[in-house]
């Protein structure tokens, strides 16, 4: 029987939302979405949405300018976002060693965001939802457990 590690919310070190100062290429990100949209806003030539997305404190205000950026190209966004969730959680983790542990403790399960509403970085079912114990039965991809759980297994 495959063993999951469920998550949502900000609450949980596991969201993009978590707060979890780290440092890339000399840029400091307060969370992991800030740093996604930073990359989204960048990859389509965007410059000053992420001046803005880099000045902006809270990470569903990023989310916003994110969702904001001109040029956005769809297919091209799907071929990058992964791996820029990758990176930011790559350097989240490893700069933050409290977090790290809470990463490496989910050891033999498949992280899983248990949002009732996202279908791609989540799995379209809530924690309760009796559904959410078997993968066939999920309504989304789970991009974001599937992130950090390699992620995990490469840290390990």
């Known amino acids: 029987m495959e063993k999951f590690t469920f998550f949502y919310r900000s609450h949980s ?3 993009q939302w978590y707060p979890s100062d780290y440092i890339v290429d000399g840029l400091k990100f307060n969370c992991a979405e800030q740093y996604m949209m930073f990359k989204k806003a960048q990859l389509f030539g965007d410059e000053e949405a992420a001046l803005k997305i880099m000045q902006t404190p809270t990470p569903r205000e990023q989310k916003a300018r994110g969702r904001g950026v001109r040029g956005f190209d769809q297919s091209l966004w799907e071929a990058n976002c992964r791996q820029f969730v990758y990176d930011g959680n790559y350097a989240k983790f490893t700069q933050n060693p409290n977090l790290l542990k809470h990463l490496l403790k989910t050891k033999g399960t498949l992280l899983v965001e248990a949002s009732p509403t996202d279908t791609i970085w989540g799995v379209g079912l809530a924690e309760n939802d009796a559904r959410i ?3 066939k039965l999920w309504r989304g991809t789970n991009w974001l ?11 390990l």
Do not use: A, V
Request: proline content about 6%.
């Open 145 to 155: 457990g599937q992130i950090l759980t390699k992620l995990r297994e490469d840290l």
């Open 133 to 135: 114990q078997n993968r």
């Open 13 to 15: 070190p596991f969201s």
